[in-house]
């Protein structure tokens, strides 16, 4: 049986606005509830550049309302895919089970997979289209 076009494309718009609602969220909670320096001092704890907690919360508030409004969807959803995978190693030694203490990697590397199947689907309904910023990206808009 095949999906028809119009059912396709609002899955599509489903899965992207779940995506970015989540990723929104993630990045309020780094910003509101860790803090700001509280993020960094926690990628630092990590061994890792107080520089990329910045970077994180940019992506995850940037790119989360990219997907939210449907700009630049496929772009968006492969540069996202990084952010996972760094998530994936920093939750590594927690086991495989995000409800674990610490959390696991489930989550993580299975938002990055969505993060994939996004930038295959595309858009979806209902995005905002700039064709300016289509013309320059192409089939990664």
Known sequence: ???PP???DYAATLLR???????????LLKVTVFTTPGTVGYFESLGLPGAFAYLTILAELGGGLALVLGVATRAVAL???????GAVWVHAGNG?????????????????MIQLVIALLGAGAFALRLP?????????A
């Open 1 to 3: 049986m095949t999906t």
């Open 6 to 8: 119009a059912a396709a």
């Open 17 to 27: 606005l779940t995506s970015g609602v989540t990723f929104l969220a993630h990045g």
């Open 79 to 85: 540069a996202l895919i990084p952010v996972l995978l």
């Open 96 to 112: 495989w089970l995000f409800s674990g203490t610490g959390g696991g990697w489930e989550f993580p590397l299975f938002w990055a």
């Open 132 to 140: 300016g910023l289509s013309r320059r990206l192409g089939i990664f």
